[in-house]
Structure formats: structure tokens, C-alpha cells
């Protein structure tokens, strides 16, 4: 890892960037980070460690464009649990061609649908990132997907259609980490909690072939209201985790998902809502058989500047349920109430934030403060709290005993 860090140096000396002769070709450090925390009261492990590194290359020649990149993430654990862990990854990799109303790309990209934050129904296409649980925002949550996509831009509206050849599943934490959610250490499973035959199981990865699916997504904007419509039939990428005789089995099954969504600027705030019916989402019965049932999601939300200022507040109410005829493990009714509250001070140098996540019919809570100093041109120094509490079937509950306090850097070129 002392060896990487020393090359990602290299990789930002000079700006992050290096420009080739050719002006429509570049190549660069996208981002660079590092994070060191503790644990204020975990029995297993004291501290927490990040590294990432990203580099791209770019290249555009009138209708054609092209993008290569990589990424690196370095993950430790330190305490009786202790782990060090080192991938490589893609990141956005493909070819675009670019029409003057059409673009057609081929390759790993960033397929981002929806509006809302931290939590959106009906972003479903992208391959999801939960090596660090939550403690990220949700774009950082997401990576880039094999597929191919056309983009059709009208006047008014943009029609988007994405196919997915080939299935990625989710990055997952180490099997060691604290932010796993399965926990066969102590017999617990995040959304479920106590299974106590699961101590010592084996996790088995799934088994799948095939594509993650596809899916078609219609926006319309102008006129101060913006609103869209989507249909997938997609894999889940994160993992559901099936009870076996032999331990624990990752499923990603498929699910038709129909969506939609809008937005709409009244009362000096930006109102946003995103609504979506799954046809199989997964669950498990109290004689911990699978099964999947149908189950709709919905989100609103809005975004304010106080007395037209710097500070930023984004406020949603969070709804899901799953409808099943008999009794089963999972929540299947889930509301919450999510935030961010942004503000920047000292001419800007300096920038206060606080994530949250609350629930309204079950003891839930997570807090996320974070203090960071911006005054150096693409730099940001900072320190954060993650805290957590709730009910054992909780998010909260789950990574109760997690509570951390974080020191960062990062660079964006």
C-alpha cells in the first residue's frame, strides 16, 4: 500500500493532468483520497483505513469519443478483525459516437437515473458500491456498468435506452469488515437480525450467467416542470442472501421495475418525487424459506436555500413496502426521513455538513457530521463523525456498534 501511495503522488505532481500533443487527448488523475478513522466502541476492531486512486484518459475527434480509466482502493481493519485488502477496478471505459440529436456509447459508463438523493428507486441500472456501507453520498455509491446505450435529445424531451450484455454484481466490503451485512461473527444479517445459525457459515457467491437486463427512460423538461417515465426489467446488483443448509447463498434476482418521477421549482424550493413498483423484490419467511414479492417505493423531497444564501438544505421523506401474504423476516414497511444540511463559511474556505437518516415507524438514526477546509484549489481537508443507532432490523441498529470518527483528504482534478 506504501508503494501505491507513492505512485499516486507521482500520478498528481504537476496538477493531476498531462496534456499529449494532440489536443484532443488527455490524460489525468481524476481523484485522490485518503481516510484514517477510529472506532469509538466496536469489542473487534479499532480503526478503519481508505486509500483511492482514479486516472482517465480522454480522447475526441469530432463525432467520436473515447474514455479509458481505472481505479484503486485500498481497505485496512485494524483490531482482533483485522484485514488489508487491495482491487483494481474499471471505471467509465467506452466508446461514444455522437450525432447531432443521437449520441450511441459501448463500454463501462455511469448510467445515474433518478433525482433524488441518498436514496432512489428507480436508480437501478448502475452496479452498486457498498464496500463502505453508507459512510459515502450516493453517487460515490455507484460505479460504472457494462452496456450499451442510446440517447435520443429532443426538444423538449430525451428518450434514453440502456442494455446491460453482461452482469456485474455489486463491491462488496471484506468478509472481516464491519460494514459486511452479513455479520457471521455474531449471527446477524442487516435488514433481518439475529440468525444465529449463521455463526461461522459460509457465504457463498452467486451463481449467475447472462445479462443484468435493460431498461428505457423518457424525460421531459421545459416550462419550470420537469417529469419522466422508466421501465427495467434488471438483476439486482447488490446481494440478497439466501438462507441454505450449507450456509448462506448471494442472490441477485431479476425484477420489472416501473418508475416515475418528477420535478418542479414552487414556494422558493425545488420540489422533487420518484415513485417505483418492483415486481420480485427478495424475501425470507419465518421457516427461512426465499421467496420474492411485489413491493413499491417512493420518495419526495425538496431542496431550499435559506433566504436565497449558501446554505443548502435538502429534506425527504422515504416510503417502501412490500406486500406479502404471510409473515416473514424482513421489514416490509420502511419510513424514514433524510437530509443535508451544507454550509459553507469564511468566504468559502471553509464548509459545515450534516447527512442523516431518521426513521419514522421503527427506532432508526444515522449521523453523519463533517467539517472541511477547502481553501486549497482542488483540496479538501476534513473530519467526520459516523454515528449510529436503532431497533436490531435497523440500518441503525445493525451498525450500532460502529460509531467512528474519520480524518480525510481528498483531491479532485
Avoid: C
Avoid at 481505479?71 to 487491495?86: E, L
Amino acid at each position: 500500500m506504501k508503494t501505491l501511495a507513492g505512485l499516486l503522488a507521482v500520478v498528481a505532481f504537476g496538477g493531476g493532468g498531462v496534456a499529449a500533443a494532440d489536443e484532443g487527448f488527455a490524460l489525468k488523475a481524476d481523484m485522490l483520497r485518503a481516510e484514517l478513522g477510529g472506532f469509538t466502541d466496536h469489542p473487534d476492531a479499532s480503526g478503519d483505513g481508505y486509500l483511492h486512486g482514479a486516472v482517465s484518459a480522454r480522447g475526441d475527434s469530432g463525432k467520436w469519443e473515447y474514455v479509458l480509466g481505472a481505479r484503486f482502493d485500498g481497505y485496512s481493519q485494524f483490531g482482533s478483525r483485522d484485514f488489508t485488502r487491495a482491487r483494481l477496478d474499471y471505471t467509465e471505459n467506452y466508446l461514444r459516437w455522437r450525432g447531432a440529436d443521437l449520441n450511441l456509447t459501448v463500454g463501462a459508463q455511469n448510467v445515474l437515473w433518478g433525482r433524488v438523493d441518498e436514496i432512489s428507486p428507480i436508480d437501478r441500472m448502475g452496479r452498486v458500491d457498498v464496500s463502505r456501507a453508507i459512510l459515502d453520498k450516493l453517487p460515490e455509491r455507484r460505479r460504472a456498468v457494462p452496456a450499451v446505450r442510446a440517447e435520443y435529445f429532443g426538444e423538449e424531451y430525451k428518450v434514453d435506452a440502456v442494455w446491460l450484455p453482461m452482469f456485474d454484481d455489486a463491491v462488496m466490503p471484506n468478509e472481516r469488515s464491519v460494514w459486511h451485512p452479513v455479520d457471521t461473527f455474531d449471527g446477524r444479517l442487516l435488514g433481518i437480525g439475529k440468525v444465529p445459525g449463521i455463526i461461522g457459515a459460509r457465504v457463498r457467491k452467486a451463481d449467475y450467467d447472462g445479462s443484468g437486463g435493460g431498461g428505457i427512460r423518457v424525460t421531459r423538461g421545459g416550462g419550470g416542470f420537469d417529469y419522466g417515465f422508466s421501465v427495467q426489467r434488471v438483476r439486482q446488483s447488490q446481494p440478497y442472501y439466501r438462507v441454505v443448509p450449507a450456509g448462506l447463498q448471494a442472490v441477485h434476482p431479476f425484477s420489472t421495475v416501473a418508475g416515475g418521477e418528477f420535478e418542479i421549482e414552487k414556494l422558493g424550493a425545488t420540489w422533487r418525487m420518484e415513485a417505483a413498483w418492483s415486481s420480485d423484490v427478495p424475501v425470507t419467511g419465518t421457516d427461512f424459506r426465499y421467496d420474492t414479492r411485489p413491493g413499491f417505493d417512493m420518495v419526495i423531497g425538496a431542496e431550499v436555500f435559506p433566504g436565497d444564501g449558501e446554505t443548502r438544505v435538502t429534506l425527504q421523506l422515504v416510503g417502501h413496502k412490500t406486500f406479502v401474504d404471510d409473515p416473514v423476516l424482513d421489514r416490509t414497511e420502511v419510513y424514514s426521513f433524510t437530509g443535508e444540511v451544507e454550509h459553507p463559511f469564511a468566504r468559502g474556505r471553509w464548509r459545515a455538513d450534516l447527512r442523516f437518516i431518521t426513521g419514522l415507524n421503527a427506532r432508526d438514526l444515522y449521523l453523519n457530521p463533517k467539517l472541511s477546509y477547502t481553501g486549497i484549489d482542488q483540496h479538501e481537508i476534513f473530519v467526520a463523525g459516523h454515528f449510529f443507532s436503532g431497533a436490531s432490523r435497523t440500518l441503525g441498529g445493525y451498525y450500532a456498534r460502529n460509531d467512528t470518527v474519520m480524518v480525510g483528504w481528498l483531491a479532485k482534478f
